[in-house]
Each structure stands twice: as structure tokens, then as C-alpha cells.
């Protein structure tokens, strides 16, 4: 595992709250030289500490709805684990997949635009993998609340947080945004000169896009993607089923979440599960802690 020096955790902390950032602009934040910023940069990536750099997208503002799919496998080799892997990663309605261990062996996002499409995305799925598909559960994403990783630099910053999903305008979205959106999908860095002579446009025309996208919220943020096995982390989610819970104590406990340095964000649920917290930490130890201090503080609406 790498040691990060205060330096690289306060880099990652910038990266964290905008990857478009150049690297002009954390030199001058760093009160240092971009040579620098490069060097470090390069070095974290070099490490697989950081791999490349990701576009958050409301997905809901062009009329997606996310299933979020957790699958139970059985006669599995590590051969067949790896097919399946490959085969869902191929699938272009699929937005990540999560390999985890507990009940659930995979956590898969679905995008579709309504539950007759997702029904037959995943029905293609289970007939792929029908000796290993055991059981599944689907559970619908209504909204997503992300406050970040500042337990990088060992406190929270209240105001950058951010929600999606709730909004399903169904926004007029151009070709030509979508091209845009496909290349910052794929590389939130990428030069705005670069994406401007691959689509034949100005560069300002790039800029004013992805500014006219933010304004209406549909890019959300630019977010670098940290590979947890690479430093001393480890990355939970922690399922919660309630009972008898009012909007006043729901906001109490996002209000309390928030304050969780160690909490990356909450996504709220409709199915078997209503809340789902995301959250990392340095040891089990932590993460048993941080599971206790939840339960406790709102044991009388907390049922599973």
C-alpha cells in the first residue's frame, strides 16, 4: 500500500472537489509551480492511486431511471466470475458494477428508461448466466446525495455536496452535447482543445457547452476515480430498512451523515432497502464504529 504525504492527500482533496481544474489553478492554490503540481500528479497516477477521471451526470435530466441490481452467485469458477464481468461490462446500458463480498456478490447498475426496458435488459442477463444467477434483488434509486471524500484532509466541507436523480425533465440534449458528455465520460481532464478538433467545433463552443450543462445541472461534478487497495482503505455500503421514519428524522439523519467525514454520500431507495450509505474507512474496526454510531443514534426508526 502507498503512504500518502499531507501534499498528495490535499491534491486529491482539490481533484475531489473539481478534476477540470487546471493545473495552473491548483499551483496557485498550492502556492507552488504547475511543474510540481505535474510531477505528483503523475506520480499518483503512475502508482494506480489515481486511474483516470470521471464526469458525474445526472442521468434522471435525460430520462434515465437507475436499477440498481444486486446479484447472488452459485456455481461460480473464477473463470465463469470473469465472463460474467466481461459480458456485463460490454452491456452499453449498464452504468458500473460493484465486486463485492457479503450477501450480495455483485452490485450492478442498470439504466433504462422506464421498467419494461429494464425488465428485458435484465432478463437477457439471467438467461446469459442462468445456472449462476442464484437470487437478486432490484431496488430503484430515487435520489443520490454526494458529500465527497474529504476525509482526505480530515474534515468536511458542508457546502460542496450535491444530489441527483430527483429530476426527471427529460432536458432537450443536442447531439452535439452528447458527443461532448460521451468524451468527459471518459476522461474528465480532457483538453476542450482536444474534444473541439475530434468534433470539428470551436473550443469555446466546448466551453460554453459544458458551462450551459452545469448551469442546468446536468453535469454535476468532475471526480477522480481512487482505487481504495492502492492506499490504507477500505469501501462499505451499508444497506438500511426503516420503520416508522418521518421527513423531519430523515433529514436528521442525512444532516447527521453529512457530518460523518468518512461518509462519500447516501442514496435513497425504493424496494427492500431505503437508504443505502457509501462510506470508507481505514480498518473494519472503523467501519464497525461507524455502523454502531448509526444504529444507536436512530435505533427507533432503524428496522434492518
Not at 504525504?5 to 507552488?32: C, P, V, W, Y
Not at 449498464?94 to 450480495?104: E, P, T
Not at 458528455?181 to 463552443?205: G, W
Not at 457530518?259 to 447516501?266: A, D, I, L, Q, R
Amino acid at each position: 500500500m502507498a503512504k500518502l504525504d499531507s501534499f498528495d492527500l490535499k491534491l486529491i482533496g482539490e481533484l475531489e472537489n473539481d478534476s477540470r481544474q487546471t493545473l495552473s489553478q491548483i499551483a496557485k492554490k498550492f502556492n507552488t509551480s504547475q511543474q510540481v503540481i505535474s510531477y505528483r500528479l503523475k506520480s499518483l497516477e503512475k502508482k494506480e492511486i489515481i486511474s483516470e477521471y470521471y464526469t458525474i451526470i445526472d442521468l434522471a435530466k435525460l430520462g434515465f431511471t437507475s436499477f440498481r441490481t444486486m446479484i447472488r452467485l452459485s456455481n461460480i469458477t473464477k473463470e465463469k466470475h470473469n465472463q460474467i464481468i466481461d459480458y456485463l461490462k460490454n452491456q452499453k446500458n449498464i452504468l458500473w458494477i460493484v465486486d463485492c463480498g457479503g450477501r450480495w456478490d455483485l452490485l450492478v447498475n442498470i439504466l433504462a428508461k422506464n421498467a419494461t426496458e429494464y425488465y428485458f435488459l435484465l432478463n437477457e442477463i439471467k438467461a446469459k448466466f442462468s445456472n449462476q444467477i442464484q437470487n437478486y434483488d432490484i431496488l430503484l434509486t430515487v435520489q443520490g446525495i454526494y458529500f465527497g471524500r474529504n476525509y482526505f484532509v480530515k474534515k468536511r466541507e458542508l457546502n460542496v455536496d450535491f444530489s441527483f436523480g430527483t429530476s426527471f425533465e427529460n432536458l432537450e440534449i443536442d447531439k452535439l452535447d452528447l458527443e461532448i458528455l460521451n468524451f468527459l465520460s471518459e476522461n474528465a481532464r480532457v483538453n476542450a482543445v482536444d474534444i473541439a478538433n475530434k468534433l470539428k467545433v470551436s473550443s469555446n463552443t466546448v466551453i460554453l457547452r459544458i458551462k450551459e450543462m452545469k448551469k442546468k445541472k446536468v453535469i454535476l461534478g468532475f471526480k477522480p476515480l481512487i482505487h481504495l487497495d492502492k492506499i490504507e482503505y477500505q469501501g462499505y455500503k451499508a444497506l438500511l430498512k426503516f420503520q416508522n421514519i418521518s421527513d423531519v428524522k430523515e433529514k436528521e439523519m442525512l444532516n447527521y451523515l453529512k457530518h460523518e467525514k468518512n461518509v462519500v454520500g447516501v442514496i435513497k431507495l425504493i424496494g427492500s432497502w431505503d437508504f443505502e450509505i457509501e462510506f470508507e474507512v481505514e480498518s473494519q474496526t472503523e467501519m464497525l464504529e461507524l455502523t454502531r454510531r448509526v444504529r444507536d443514534k436512530f435505533k427507533e426508526v432503524i428496522k434492518e
